[in-house]
């Protein structure tokens, strides 16, 4: 299969993130032609700002473990309205996995209700984050002694809301495509994700990126912003 990189980033994109893009974008716009896109492997246009609803759609999030064989990648669609997600679904190919949510109507797992946990200490807690990120959480995590790799930042998040990790982290730089659908499946299952100084998302903006963020289950969501904070701050956010 053929990839390349883009960005400053070397970022790589596969033809399969361009196909499931492809598919995507005429199969949603199918449905609604009136809405709004906005896709990680689709030249962005400031027409999206002026749509009420938004598709927010990453092709394939994790495209370096889908090309290196991995299990950690997913496909991750969501519905914004006036910057807030009210449907979400993020499927794992390789596990055959169907995260879906809906605003006010809870968040399931291939069929099931799924809730984020209710641990309170940070101490032995199960935790993901970037492999490279900042000192704060690098010695959160190292602290907590129960740490996992998760390549796929919405996939990160899902585990979350299902209950397999107690928190995941993201650095400074996602974009709305890696979060979008995520938030919206750890809020309906009960959890949080917001930035270090608790702040919630707001997608769709003129520059869909967000700083540094935190998602954990509601219970340890404080707790673990307080540890943070005394450990120090994250990095200042992107423009």
């Known amino acids: 299969m053929r990839s390349w990189t883009k960005g400053p980033a070397k970022s790589p994109v596969t033809e399969a993130d361009v196909a499931v893009d492809v598919f995507l974008h005429q199969r949603l716009l199918e ?113 907590a002694g129960a740490t996992e790799r998760v390549r796929s930042l919405a996939l990160r998040i899902a585990r979350v809301a299902e209950g397999a990790l107690d928190a995941a982290f993201a650095s400074a730089g996602g974009n709305d495509w890696d979060l979008a659908a995520a938030a919206l499946l750890v809020g309906e299952a009960g959890g949080r994700l917001t930035t270090h100084a608790g702040a919630g998302l707001v997608f769709n903006r003129p520059k869909p990126v967000h700083g540094a963020l935190v998602a954990s289950g509601a219970a340890l969501h404080g707790p673990l912003l307080a540890r943070l904070a005394d450990i120090g701050a994250p990095p200042t956010p992107p423009g």
Do not use: C, H
């Not at 910057?83 to 006010?104: H, K, N, T």
């Open 31 to 143: 449905l609604a032609p009136a809405y709004g896109w906005l896709s990680e492997e689709t030249r962005d246009s400031t027409d999206r700002l002026t749509r009420s609803r938004v598709w927010i759609v990453d092709p394939i999030d994790g495209t370096r473990s889908f090309i290196a064989g991995g299990a950690d990648w997913s496909i991750s669609a969501a519905l914004v309205e006036d910057g807030r997600p009210i449907a979400a679904a993020l499927y794992v190919p390789v596990s055959q996995e169907l995260f879906v949510a809906r605003l006010g109507g809870g968040a399931r797992l291939n069929g099931r209700p799924i809730r984020a946990g209710d641990r309170t200490d940070p101490a032995g807690a199960r935790m993901a984050g970037p492999k490279q990120g900042y000192p704060a959480v690098t010695r959160l995590m190292e602290q």
